[in-house]
T-cell receptor
Framework: DGGITQSPKYLFRKEGQNVTLSCEQN?????MYWYRQDPGQGLRLIYY???????QKGDIAEGYSVSREKKESFPLTVTSAQKNPTAFYLC?????????????FGPGTRLTVL | GQQVMQIPQYQHVQEGEDFTTYCNSS?????IQWYKQRPGGHPVFLIQ?????EVKKQKRLTFQFGEAKKNSSLHITATQTTDVGTYFC?????????FGAGTRLTVKP
């Protein structure tokens, strides 16, 4: 059963703590992305990766970090430097280069920082 | 900077009425994609338009790509309660895929 998974669905953390969100895909897609969505807002790109061991900053990368050690995995760490981390985080993947291929989204992780 | 603008932000209709959302880019797009996000869900790909002036239909949904490839529209005929959600357009600008802010559609039965 192919797809893209994110865990956990809901996450609560205390202010000042780093937290890592998981994103896994078994679609054999080269490209993976992280977006942030705030209530009533569109999607803002945090980071993207077009190939293993390489990734690029999006519009709002400050306070976030990623790694791409394996093709199927693209974890996102929300660091304590992120000033307003409470949001809905969406991971996506696409077959090839961003902009030309359909993006498949995971179910999302809703992060609340207390 | 380069942007993808989408209007309206919200649209509330009576079931059976039509609905249209519009997407405009500051620059020419190589393609435009449309996604639907149900309340509490994640965006799901609907369609991609590539050619200038292209029109595609999916049942009651009609998608258009402008002649200049800078604008697009999604029209839903005779809305149903299952159409509820937020509709996003997205287009490649520079090295990024830019999403519009979305149009949130609510349908009163």
């Amino acid at each position: 059963d192919g797809g893209i998974t994110q865990s956990p669905k809901y996450l609560f953390r205390k202010e000042g703590q780093n937290v890592t969100l998981s994103c896994e895909q078994n679609l054999n897609h080269d490209a993976m992305y992280w977006y942030r969505q705030d209530p009533g807002q569109g999607l803002r790109l945090i980071y993207y990766s077009q190939i293993v061991n390489d990734f690029q900053k999006g519009d709002i990368a400050e306070g976030y970090s990623v790694s791409r050690e394996k093709k199927e995995s693209f974890p996102l760490t929300v660091t304590s430097a992120q000033k307003n981390p409470t949001a809905f985080y969406l991971c996506a993947s696409s077959q090839g280069r961003q902009g030309l291929d359909t993006q498949y989204f995971g179910p999302g992780t809703r992060l609340t920082v207390l | 900077g380069q942007q993808v603008m989408q209007i309206p932000q919200y649209q509330h209709v009576q079931e059976g009425e039509d609905f249209t959302t519009y997407c405009n880019s500051s620059t020419t797009l190589s393609n435009i994609q449309w996604y639907k996000q149900r309340p509490g869900g994640h965006p799901v790909f609907l369609i991609q338009l590539v050619k200038s002036g292209e029109v595609k239909k999916q049942k009651r949904l009609t998608f258009q790509f402008g002649e200049a490839k800078k604008n697009s529209s999604l029209h839903i005929t005779a809305t149903q309660t299952t159409d509820v959600g937020t509709y996003f357009c997205a287009g490649p600008l520079g090295n990024d895929m830019r999403f519009g802010a979305g149009t949130r559609l609510t349908v009163k039965p």
